[in-house]
């Protein structure tokens, strides 16, 4: 099967600083990576979807001057979450769909669990 | 609009019985994709199955099964001889847009010893 990495796995941060988290596809090409982000015993929110080689598609409501998306390579997206703050504590989920055809799923990662402090 | 509904927040289920739980969908595309997948407490999504809106038949793999009843836009996930490791969140996801899946709200399964 497909498998996607996400390093860090957790991270613990002071306010005001910037995290990066790393997604990497490990045996396959993504056309398209997904950001999500969820909160406890709710469903997974969309914040944007990456293509590589060109600018994130950011969902209504998130602001991408704070969560900045980078897709530099086929196997490699990073969500950088600056000024992080409290608010910004959540569990971040990554995937990665091999191509953009309807009948194809998106493979996770294992997601990163970020606290603020 | 598109809207995934998935309206049992909780579902209990004996070991080794079957289970149905529920997926709504809405959509006025025709061309469009069905999936479940569960996400366990470790926190990972895995995908389960996979419906698409043309198939002729009901998807299976292996315990998984989807009742796909197109006229309803229902796509329920059955899941047969329950264990122990079924115990889990489930979320209902579609793929209308290549750069979008739109999930239901999630139902959690406990399984009973």
């Known amino acids: 099967g497909a498998v996607v990495s996400q390093h860090p796995s957790w991270v613990i941060c002071k306010s005001g600083t910037s995290v990066k988290i790393e997604c990497r596809s490990l045996d396959f090409q993504a056309t398209t990576m997904f950001w999500y982000r969820q909160f406890p015993k709710q469903s997974l929110m969309l914040m944007a979807t990456s293509n590589e080689g060109s600018k994130a598609t950011y969902e209504q409501g998130v602001e991408k001057d704070k969560f900045l998306i980078n897709h530099a390579s086929l196997t490699l997206s990073t969500l950088t979450v600056t000024s992080a703050h409290p608010e910004d504590s959540s569990f971040y989920i990554c995937?990665?769909?091999?191509?953009?055809?309807?009948?194809?799923?998106?493979?996770f990662g294992p997601g990163t669990r970020l606290l603020v402090l | 609009a598109q809207k995934i509904t998935q309206t049992q927040p909780g579902m209990f289920v004996q070991e080794k019985e079957a289970v149905t739980l529920d997926c709504t969908y809405d959509t006025s595309d025709p061309s469009y994709g069905l999936f479940w997948y569960k996400q366990p407490s470790s926190g990972e999504m895995i995908f389960l199955i996979y419906?698409?809106?043309?198939?002729?038949q009901n998807a299976t793999e292996g315990r998984y099964s989807l009742n796909f009843q197109k006229a309803r836009k229902s796509a329920n996930l059955v899941i047969s001889a329950s264990q122990l490791g079924d115990s889990a969140m489930y979320f209902c996801?579609?793929?209308?847009?290549?750069?979008?899946?739109?999930f239901g709200s999630g139902t959690k399964l406990n399984v009973k010893p």
């Open positions: 419906q698409g809106s043309y198939d002729q």
């Open positions: 995937s990665a769909a091999r191509d953009r055809g309807l009948q194809e799923t998106q493979y």
């Open positions: 996801a579609m793929r209308v847009d290549f750069n979008k899946f739109y």
